[in-house]
């Protein structure tokens, strides 16, 4: 069996402002790399893996919100999978009612969240689990939504290959708990859902917990636990981030770990596909480094259809991966 896997990686530039609603922790962190949508931490015995919409550690925490007020993420998992822990940050604690749903594609089709008050769908599809009461402490720290203790029968809740939504309800009158949340401005989309009473101001009640898209769009910092039972893809992470550049002879090379719970063998393949805009795409190799699960390939700018100005060359170069795993 033959599986594909594809990554497009692309630059957004965003503008960078503060809503009064985001509150700066202190002290502030440093600015991590950014890495995938989807985590790839592998449990080899049982294929636990770790799902979350962050990119790095929380920036804000989150003062908006009162009882009654939903926050959420849409997840989306590789393959079929069962569900079995969800943890959040949290800056102050306070009781919650925690929640599991099916994931309404009407509100679209890959769960992500338009400005606050945007949406005229509900991402809340049909319930999977909760109401379920708890409380958190404000550790900043990863703290449990629900382990498998809290799940019947501890089977964890078989999700399928669909995208499911954990989120919570504020149960109590004075705002709290606040969550943490990362800056995920530069991405320039978000998966995280805000509506309820705070929101009865707006066109809609749904949206994303930022207002501006041109501001700050943050995720809270949530993340789930899920066992894959389906065939898995390879996972691609820690790809080079090539820098602009006036050449357009230039060789460029790029490193990238390619993830597999089955590991590389002499059957399998790699390939790095180069684009320029919506030509069509250049394949090159991509071959191992010696290290565990790093590849390495080049590309040369003279083989793309790049224009010289007078400033710099036109023409965004989009890197798209494949790795082929051959089962028997």
């Not at 799902?51 to 804000?60: C, S």
């Not at 945007?118 to 689990?129: A, C, M, R, V, Y």
């Not at 707006?202 to 898209?213: A, E, I, K, L, R």
């Not at 894959?228 to 981030?241: D, E, H, K, L, R």
Request: overall charge negative.
């Amino acid at each position: 069996m033959n599986r594909n896997l594809f990554v497009l990686l692309a630059i957004l530039m965003m503008a960078f402002s503060v809503s009064a609603e985001l509150v700066f922790l202190e002290p502030t962190h440093n600015r991590p790399a950014r890495g995938p949508v989807i985590g790839n931490d592998l449990d080899e015995y049982n294929d636990n893996f770790l799902l979350t919409r962050v990119t790095g550690e929380a920036d804000y925490y989150l003062s908006s919100g009162a009882e009654g007020d939903t926050m959420c993420v849409v997840f989306n998992p590789v393959t079929e999978c069962s569900l079995y822990a969800a943890e959040m940050q949290f800056f102050a604690g306070g009781n919650l009612e925690v929640f599991v749903w099916e994931y309404n594609i009407e509100a679209g089709e890959f769960g992500q969240a338009p400005p606050r008050g945007q949406s005229p769908e509900s991402p809340l599809g049909d319930i999977i689990f909760g109401p379920f009461e708890t409380q958190v402490t404000g550790s900043m720290d990863w703290e449990p939504l629900f382990t498998p203790n809290d799940i019947p029968d501890e089977e964890g809740f078989d999700i399928g290959d669909a995208m499911f939504v954990v989120g919570f309800v504020k149960t109590q009158d004075d705002g709290f708990p606040q969550p943490l949340a990362d800056d995920v401005s530069q991405r320039g989309f978000c998966f995280t859902w805000f509506g309820g009473p705070w929101t009865e101001g707006y066109d809609n009640v749904w949206g994303s917990y930022s207002s501006d898209f041109n501001g700050t769009i943050i995720e809270i910092m949530m993340r789930t636990w899920v066992g894959y039972y389906g065939q898995i893809p390879p996972f691609i992470s820690n790809m080079t981030a090539l820098s602009n550049t006036v050449s357009l002879d230039k060789t460029c090379e790029i490193t990238v770990d390619i993830v597999d719970d089955n590991g590389w063998d002499g059957e399998d393949e790699a390939t790095l596909y180069v684009r320029n805009n919506f030509e069509e795409a250049v394949a090159y190799p991509l071959v191992p480094t010696g290290e565990a699960n790093e590849f390495i390939g080049t590309f040369d700018l003279s083989d793309f259809n790049l224009e010289e100005r007078d400033e710099f060359p036109t023409g965004w170069l989009l890197l798209m991966m494949r790795g082929t795993k051959t089962r028997i």
